[in-house]
């Protein structure tokens, strides 16, 4: 068994309209710093799989398929065996 961790994200040139309200609610509390925020969506898959690899291909084509709009939004993962993370 195998865990993917998969961060969607817009892509850089679409307007992200709720990173720039939790940027604006950050800034009135005194976090003058943050220069920019973005706001993404953060997704486990548990693959049954018997080779790494595979479960490489499996969130992949997940990610491709129903995970990730390839218009707008980026996405990157990592697979880690279940049970070593």
């Given at each position: 068994m195998f865990k993917a961790k998969i961060t969607v994200t817009l892509r850089k040139s679409i307007l992200d309209p709720q990173g720039k309200a939790v940027e604006h609610s950050l800034k009135s509390l005194g976090y003058d710093r943050i220069k920019d925020?973005?706001?993404?969506?953060?997704?486990?898959?548990?693959?049954?799989?018997?080779?790494k690899e595979d479960a490489f291909v499996t969130a992949e084509e997940a990610c491709k398929k129903v995970l990730a709009n390839p218009v707008m939004e980026d996405y990157s993962f990592e697979i880690i065996e279940e049970g070593k993370d």
């Amino acid at each position: 068994m195998f865990k993917a961790k998969i961060t969607v994200t817009l892509r850089k040139s679409i307007l992200d309209p709720q990173g720039k309200a939790v940027e604006h609610s950050l800034k009135s509390l005194g976090y003058d710093r943050i220069k920019d925020t973005r706001i993404g969506k953060y997704i486990e898959l548990i693959i049954d799989s018997d080779s790494k690899e595979d479960a490489f291909v499996t969130a992949e084509e997940a990610c491709k398929k129903v995970l990730a709009n390839p218009v707008m939004e980026d996405y990157s993962f990592e697979i880690i065996e279940e049970g070593k993370d």
